[in-house]
């Protein structure tokens, strides 16, 4: 149902939160680029999903706003084509650094001597660029698979890998944090301080 007098109030709304998306990402990219010590993998890991991130959003949200304030809303197929695409490669790159962000945690806290080896910047530039380029595949076969006359099998393969790629990478940050959680109450237990807890997972 449309409801024209709230299209100016949502606009404004959206456009603020977009606008706190914005800043926060691009606040913390140019910190992360700007920082004289050598990154570390964590900050390597966060300047990746901070780009994910606003890129992700920014994806979306233009058009939504512009949607808010013109009588016409359509979107050109062209357009179209690309707005999916451009999310697919922000959210799939997204998940998966999530994940990797899980695990970075993981390995520094249950294995700490390990950490540098395990997750080295020879790791993870590989790593990251693996993540792109499946992301930026899948979504070059989405956003073509909407030109076919059938859409319904590119569609299902699509979302079937969607799907498993969430299902998965859920896994590997329920399993880090699981464990993390497991390691710090068991280092504590012979600490006998548990106030020490939340500064320990950002260590």
């Known amino acids: 149902m449309d409801l024209p007098e709230l299209q100016v109030p949502l606009f404004f709304v959206f456009l603020v939160i977009y606008g706190l998306t914005v800043v926060g ?10 920082d004289s010590r050598l990154p570390t ?5 966060l300047l990746h999903l901070a780009i994910t991130n606003l890129g ?6 233009p058009k939504m706003l512009l949607n808010f304030l013109v009588k016409k ?11 999916l695409g451009g999310f697919l490669v922000f959210m799939v790159g997204e998940i998966f650094i999530l994940a990797a962000v899980a695990y970075d ?4 806290i249950c294995n700490p001597l390990l950490y540098m080896v395990v997750v080295s910047q020879q790791i993870c530039l590989p790593l990251e660029s693996l993540t792109y380029l499946y992301s930026l595949t ?10 076919c006359c059938d859409t319904y099998i590119p569609e299902t393969v699509v979302f079937t890998l969607l799907g498993t790629n969430l299902f998965f990478s859920m896994i590997i940050v329920l399993i880090s944090c699981f464990n993390i959680v497991l390691a710090i109450l068991r280092i504590l237990s012979k600490k006998g301080d548990k106030k020490l807890f939340l500064p320990m997972l950002f260590t």
Do not use: E, W
């Not at 992700?56 to 949200?61: E, P, R």
């Open 25 to 34: 990402n691009l606040g913390t990219i140019i910190l992360i680029s700007v």
């Open 41 to 45: 993998p964590m900050d390597f890991f």
């Open 56 to 61: 992700n959003s920014t994806t979306i949200a």
């Open 73 to 83: 809303k359509t979107i050109s197929y062209t357009c179209c084509a690309a707005q």
């Open 105 to 108: 945690r993981y390995v520094a």
């Open 138 to 147: 899948l979504a070059l076969t989405a956003s073509s698979s909407s030109s």
